[in-house]
């Protein structure tokens, strides 16, 4: 990218991106501190996060006016590592999805994107968006009538004080409104602030080295999890560079956008944070309020900052409704209720895709899962309909003794035995010619499934002559088929 | 011979044509090429929203009003474009230019005039455009990234084309002040003009043999030359050289620091370019 794009892409808009910013960053403090306590770390951890990756990622990103920050998709990765191995093992965790990302960023894994169908990815929102939703039931446990009845107020300010105006952030009068009633009338003794989830840091982040054995045990116990951090926080922040890329009708580098997540996670990580990546929800509400370049991500980590630092003690007031309403807000925005409109109306196959990928999420609260068992399945989806495409028809020529039998289509490992079976060898013949003029080999399976055939019509002493193969099969005939060499025998596996 | 015209519709467009069909002419009846770039304006989103609350199914709601409000301007723009561009080719064909070729593209002009300008020999440009009014003191946006990424000569409309009789030839002997002397001997664009050769600052004996190099160069072309030596500050004394009215054109090198450096201490080329009334010849 030329230096004057970089400049452009930072200083195009400036007014729009601060203020955008300012309404991010808002909407950043919900999600980084409910999914701190999630993960089973200190609030502090996610929001140092949210805004070293923020303010890193606004200079080394990819994708101008996206918002990334500690992610709920990420922290449900960590509960088992915290759980079981301790909080020293989150930063070198952090550390080696960063270099993984930037390693997947210099080998150009970005462009394996296309890999993942569009049923996959929405799939992966609809989990996303459950699993930010199912993650704040816990909040309700013990918590009363007074709860639910906070979070339905908190939901009412959100979704009704936008139809009376958009000039203020509703999230924003939620909280504040919500802390104000139950700071005055004392609920904050019963109904749980965030002050009751941990401290809240008072002090700028510090650049610390992790404190953990570095030697081949702790890689072990460290890489299953930076693997599936890695490859979760590419995919959603791909995912969201698209969006972001349709909503702004500009292009995006995706391999930066990879290396430069892997930059935001390793400082995150040297600086106390855990791992984080791109929020689909918080983009789209930066692209809604104005934001588009990259100051509107830096405004937000910058703003975030002063908010913690600044409003600690207030911010430890806030009750954890109003957090929760905002995080269900978010979880309805980032579901897409189409899809559920669409399954009727798309093709069988593409909305078992996304309900796989939701259900394989869901149930293993591993994103990484979820789209893999979506890519798999469309893949083979995807084969099963290409071997369809063989059509198999054939003739005789002068009287009955000569057969021809016309090939046309696609045949690999799935349509192997469609082909196998399309001959008829009872028939007593003088010579067949098989047409390949129209067909493609395309693997190893196809040309054993030519060699059974020819094979086979020789053994009944019939003549075969093979006809119009095209360049790239005689290639793969002339490296593994048999029939053509001389001592042909037929394979009995 | 091909001269590539940008053009935006704006209050320099006529003097654009004036100039490019004068280049025409000099460079013996040269064809040339309007363009004009259909710019996105996605930087000003059209409505805001900072309400900061996402509704049900808020990506394709927000995408679908995004579009539509775009949809809405592109046509508005994409129509006064034909216009335009119709307006550029009657312009050309009047000044006597029988080869114009006349078309519109998506697209930034300074991120793209790389694509357009490979098969050009010139390229001719305002030296503000629309967005003039709204950046008053400051040149063209599209200006510096163009002249920047411009591998070709860029001639600078003014916002009146006036006669061509001679032009000041800004000498540093830098490597783009040489290649503008050598351009101006070897093609035909300046032919006829008389030639000020002007060198600011206090001179040694480098830069009087580069100096008599030139002269000697621009002559054997069948240029009538005078040399000035000027002491000063190169800026305001190439300012107050061409403010005088005998001037007609300004040809100088362009842009040889890095946008970095320029960032921070500013561009002798755009302050240039900033001040002088005339047109400017760049070479990088």
Redo the contacts between chains.
Sequence with gaps: M????Y?QEWF??PR?DV??GM??A??LIPEAIAFSIIAGVDPKVGLYASFCIAVVISFVGGRAGMISAATGAMAVLLITLVRDHGLEYLLPVTILTGILQIAAGALKLGNLMRFVSRSVVTGFVNALAIIIFMSQLPQFYDQGLLMYAMVAAGLGI??G??LL????????VCIVVLTGVSMSLGWDATLNTVGDMGDLPSTLPVFLLPQVPLNFETLMIILPYAVSLAIVGLLESLMTAT?VD?????PSNKNQECAGQGVANIVSGFFGGMAGCAM??QS??N????G??RLSTFAAGIILLILIVVMGDLVSQIPMAALVAVMI??S???F???SIKNLRVHHRTSSIVMLVTVLVTVLSHNLAYGVGAGVLLSALFFAYKVSGQLDISSAFEVDKKERTYHIRGQLFFVSASTFGDAFDFREVLEKVTIDVSQAHFWDLSSINALDRVMLKFRREGTEVELYGMNEASQTLVLEVAKFDKPDAKLDTH | MNILACTDGSLYSPSVYDHAAWAARQMGGASIHVLHMLN?H????AK?????????????A??QE?VTL?AARAKIAKKRGKAVLEDASTHLKEAGVQNVVADQWHGKL??EIANYEADADLVVLGKRGNNADFEKGHLGTNLE?VV??CQHPVLVASRAFGRMNNFVLAFDGGSSAEKAVEYAAKETLLRGMHAYLLYVGSGNAKIEAALAKAEATLKQAGFEVTIEHRDGEPEKVIGDIVAQDYIDLLVMGAYGH???RQ?IVGSTTSAMMRTVKIPVLLFR
């Design positions: 030329t230096q004057t794009k400049f195009s808009n729009r203020i955008a309404v991010v808002l909407a959100i979704y004080l936008p105006t958009t000039a203020v952030p509703s999230p924003l969006i349709d909503f702004t009708d500009t689909i929800g789209v509400i692209v809604q309020s104005g588009r370049g807000m978010v309805i925005g980032t897409s209720w189409s | 996105p996605h930087e000003e989103p805001l929203n900072y309400s900061g609350s996402m509704g049900v199914g808020a990506r394709t927000l995408l995004l775009e300074s991120d990234r920047r990424s890095s946008s970095i960032f």
